[in-house]
T-cell receptor
Framework: DAGVIQSPRHEVTEMGQEVTLRCKPI?????LFWYRQTMMRGLELLIY????????DSGMPEDRFSAKMPNASFSTLKIQPSEPRDSAVYFC?????????????FGQGTRLTVV | QKEVEQNSGPLSVPEGAIASLNCTYS??????FFWYRQYSGKSPELIMS????GDKEDGRFTAQLNKASQYVSLLIRDSQPSDSATYLC??????????FGTGTSLTVIP
């Protein structure tokens, strides 16, 4: 299996622009998680989906952030408009929901820089 | 209160020594606990998982779980320079989500 695939790996954008991050989970996994990692706050859970349905988005920092999962093999995290404080590494992870003892598998992350 | 707390360190140990990493969690209903290692610029990767009270050993790594105290630890024996990384404690919550601590930075000095 190719693992969790994220794109792009790096994104540099200007303040005010829209940014879309993409994620393809491991085939067969039915839980998907979006995290943001910064030095100050560590790895923060933004939102997670079970069977393509958003379960908890309480970690989404502001209304500028939105996430979708239109099917089992694709998810997006959108920031509109972007701000410099959104600069961070964004990770997508997937897991098997029916087995509580399975771990979360991470993608390589997207390093976002907003200037 | 954060769901998962770790000592942020940094922690430095000499090569060959034992490194001890600690973690506490707030959700008493949690059943699954994980230790991830993250090298600089890389994504977290799983090194240990534990589900029952007691110790679980895998090579040089031992995970310890005490659900009554809501405490998880990781011991690394015979520490090697290649163990230098950030170690993240993760707890799988009752809602199936994974919460992570802020990580402990470990440096193994040759």
């Amino acid at each position: 299996d190719a693992g969790v695939i994220q794109s792009p790996r790096h994104e540099v954008t200007e303040m005010g622009q829209e940014v879309t991050l993409r994620c393809k989970p491991i085939s067969g996994h039915n839980s998907l998680f979006w995290y943001r990692q910064t030095m100050m706050r560590g790895l923060e859970l933004l939102i997670y989906f079970n069977n393509n349905v958003p379960i908890d988005d309480s970690g989404m920092p502001e209304d500028r952030f939105s996430a979708k999962m239109p099917n089992a093999s694709f998810s997006t995290l959108k920031i509109q408009p972007s701000e410099p404080r959104d600069s961070a590494v964004y990770f997508c992870a997937s897991s098997l929901r029916r087995n509580p003892n399975t771990e979360a598998f991470f993608g390589q992350g997207t390093r976002l820089t907003v200037v | 209160q954060k769901e998962v707390e770790q000592n942020s360190g940094p922690l430095s140990v000499p090569e060959g020594a034992i490194a001890s990493l600690n973690c506490t969690y707030s959700d008493r209903g949690s059943q699954s606990f994980f230790w991830y290692r993250q090298y600089s610029g890389k994504s977290p990767e799983l090194i240990m998982s534990i589900y029952s009270n007691g110790d679980k050993e895998d090579g040089r790594f031992t995970a310890q779980l005490n659900k009554a105290s809501q405490y998880v630890s990781l011991l690394i024996r015979d520490s090697q320079p290649s163990d230098s990384a950030t170690y993240l404690c993760a707890v799988r919550g009752t809602g199936n989500q994974f919460y992570f601590g802020t990580g402990t930075s470990l440096t193994v000095i040759p």
